[in-house]
Structure formats: C-alpha cells, structure tokens
C-alpha cells in the first residue's frame, strides 16, 4: 500500500517513534523509506558566523547516520539518508515530491529541540504543503508496533472523509483491521442558540442515518465492513473521545475541515483530534 515513504527525523524520542513504526509496518507490508533531516539555518541571524551551519549539518548527518544503523541492526532494514539545508517542512515535503513518496510519518512534537506540539510547526505546515498521506505518530517508541487492527474514521460525507474512508478500507484489506465510522450530529442550538425540537432531532438523526449509509457502501466497494456510530457534540472532542473508549490504535481523517469546509487544516476539526488523540492519525490527502 506504501512503496515509498519519508520519515522526518530529528533527535528527539518522538522522532525514533515515527521511526521504529514505519519499521514494524515494512517489516509487516513491504515498502522503502527515506530518513529525512532538515537543517535549519537563518541567513540574517547567522550570518556572521558560516560555522553555524556547518556544525548543524554535521549534527543533521550524524543523527541520520544513527538512525539508519538503528534500523539496520534492529530490523534488518536498509533506509536511505538525506539531510538538506532549509526550513524542516519544506525539506520534507520536497523530499517527497521528488521521491514520488506515497507517506510521510512524523512524530508529534516541533523542530528545534523544543518539547512543543507540532501543530502551528513542522508537522501543520508539512500536513498542508504534503503531496500523499501524513502518519502523526503519537506514541511511546515501546508501543510503535507498524500494527492497526482498530481503526476509527470520523466522517460527514464529505469528499475528503470519503478518501479516509477509502485509505481505512484498503488498510483493513491488507491489515485485518476493523473499521468504525462515527458521525457526530453538530449541537446546532449551542452555536446558534435555537431551540432543538423532537422533529428537528428526528430530521438530525436521519440526515446522520443517511449519511453512514453512504459509508457503508464506499466502503463495501473495497470489500470492507464497518461498524458506524452517532454522537452529538463537538466533532473533534467527540471522535478524540470514541478513540479512547474503543481504544482504536488509528484514526483516519481527510485533509481539510469538518463537513466539507474548504481549508487549511489548521483550526479544523482534524487539528484539535491529531492534538489530542490517544493514538497515531493518518491524513488522507
């Protein structure tokens, strides 16, 4: 399913996870992955001082050598190693722009050596600008096991959670995992301070029935089933939370805002659930 993948890598724990799960899933699924370090390096605040940038490269080269002779003694599994001068993000999606990659995995927190969330860094400008799918790995590097048996598909019948729906239904082919699709009816009065009658509740609860029927049958086109819930509330508190209470080990989500909204995915629903959630979370572009 993932033939060529990216792993951006810095020094940090989080960083080895990302690593140590694309390891276990190759090992599991096939597939080649590049190890991918930017160095960053401001023209204006260094440069006075060249030597700056020659001891960062060094650093970037001896954090990808490591890496590749981790995985090479761990797994058995030989990974290319690329270190390139500029801003992380674009280092990363350039990578797989010229690699034709079809994933790049990441840990959860930002460059620089500071213990930040990735989101408004790396990973939100590289979720945006990336040419295939994102895997957010949000675990510790004990867990990372490459293995998904439980995945959850937030999903409003929108175009891009139909692509997660599909990613999820072609990842259950190959993986045996099950599937459940949630939709969660939005609490219209808390937004908009109407009152919500029995039959606007009624017409609420059909529209979500209408639109889990539609999920069933995209994902019956892949031969997969699913399993589909409803819930009110908050779409990304509610999907964070129906994470942990199925202790689903992956969620799938589409690129781009809750019920088809056109835009960046920062600020969206699939931000606040790659901030929060319990577990790992791929972004089908």
Same mark, same amino acid.
């Given at each position: 399913? =993932?033939?060529?993948?990216?792993?951006?890598?810095?020094?940090?724990?989080?960083?080895?996870?990302?690593? #140590?799960?694309?390891?276990?899933?190759?090992?599991?699924?096939?597939?080649?992955?590049? *190890?991918?370090?930017?160095?960053?390096?401001?023209?204006?605040?260094?440069?006075?001082?060249?030597?700056?940038?020659?001891?960062?490269?060094?650093?970037?080269?001896?954090?990808?050598?490591?890496?590749?002779?981790?995985?090479?003694?761990?797994?058995?599994?030989?990974?290319?190693?690329?270190?390139?001068?500029?801003?992380?993000?674009?280092?990363?999606?350039?990578?797989?722009?010229?690699?034709?990659?079809?994933?790049?995995?990441?840990?959860? =927190?930002?460059?620089?050596?500071?213990?930040?969330?990735?989101?408004?860094?790396?990973?939100?400008?590289?979720?945006?600008?990336?040419?295939?799918?994102?895997? /957010?790995?949000?675990?510790?590097?004990?867990?990372?096991?490459?293995? %998904? &048996?439980?995945? *959850? /598909?937030?999903?409003?019948?929108?175009?891009?959670?139909?692509?997660?729906?599909?990613?999820?239904?072609?990842?259950?082919?190959?993986?045996?995992?099950?599937?459940?699709?949630? =939709?969660?009816?939005?609490? =219209?009065?808390?937004?908009?301070?109407? %009152?919500?009658?029995?039959?606007? &509740?009624?017409? *609420?609860?059909?529209?979500?029935?209408? #639109?889990?029927?539609?999920?069933?049958? #995209?994902?019956?086109?892949?031969?997969?089933?699913?399993?589909?819930?409803?819930?009110?509330?908050?779409?990304?508190?509610?999907?964070?939370?129906?994470?942990?209470?199925?202790?689903?080990?992956?969620?799938?989500?589409?690129?781009?805002?809750?019920?088809?909204?056109?835009?960046?995915?920062?600020?969206?629903?699939?931000?606040?659930?790659?901030?929060?959630?319990?577990?790992?979370?791929?972004?089908?572009?």
């Amino acid at each position: 399913m =993932y033939e060529s993948i990216i792993v951006g890598i810095d020094s940090s724990e989080f960083s080895r996870a990302a690593v #140590i799960e694309v390891s276990n899933w190759i090992k599991r699924h096939g597939g080649k992955a590049a *190890l991918v370090n930017g160095v960053f390096f401001d023209q204006e605040e260094f440069g006075n001082a060249p030597e700056i940038l020659d001891k960062r490269v060094r650093l970037g080269k001896k954090i990808c050598d490591q890496t590749r002779d981790m995985v090479r003694s761990e797994f058995g599994i030989d990974m290319d190693c690329l270190v390139s001068e500029g801003e992380p993000p674009e280092v990363i999606t350039n990578a797989a722009h010229e690699r034709s990659a079809d994933l790049i995995v990441m840990g959860t =927190y930002g460059r620089r050596g500071f213990k930040r969330r990735l989101l408004g860094s790396v990973t939100s400008d590289v979720i945006v600008n990336s040419p295939c799918d994102v895997l /957010v790995v949000k675990k510790p590097c004990s867990e990372c096991t490459g293995e %998904y &048996k439980s995945i *959850l /598909v937030p999903f409003d019948g929108s175009v891009f959670s139909q692509k997660a729906l599909n990613r999820a239904s072609q990842l259950a082919g190959i993986a045996g995992a099950e599937i459940t699709v949630l =939709y969660v009816i939005p609490r =219209y009065e808390e937004m908009l301070g109407f %009152y919500k009658s029995e039959s606007i &509740k009624k017409r *609420l609860r059909d529209e979500a029935q209408k #639109i889990l029927d539609t999920s069933v049958r #995209i994902a019956s086109k892949e031969k997969a089933s699913v399993k589909t819930e409803v819930l009110e509330g908050q779409a990304a508190d509610q999907a964070v939370k129906a994470a942990g209470r199925l202790k689903n080990d992956l969620i799938i989500m589409g690129s781009h805002g809750y019920r088809g909204v056109n835009r960046a995915i920062i600020g969206s629903t699939a931000e606040r659930v790659i901030i929060n959630a319990p577990c790992p979370i791929l972004i089908a572009r």
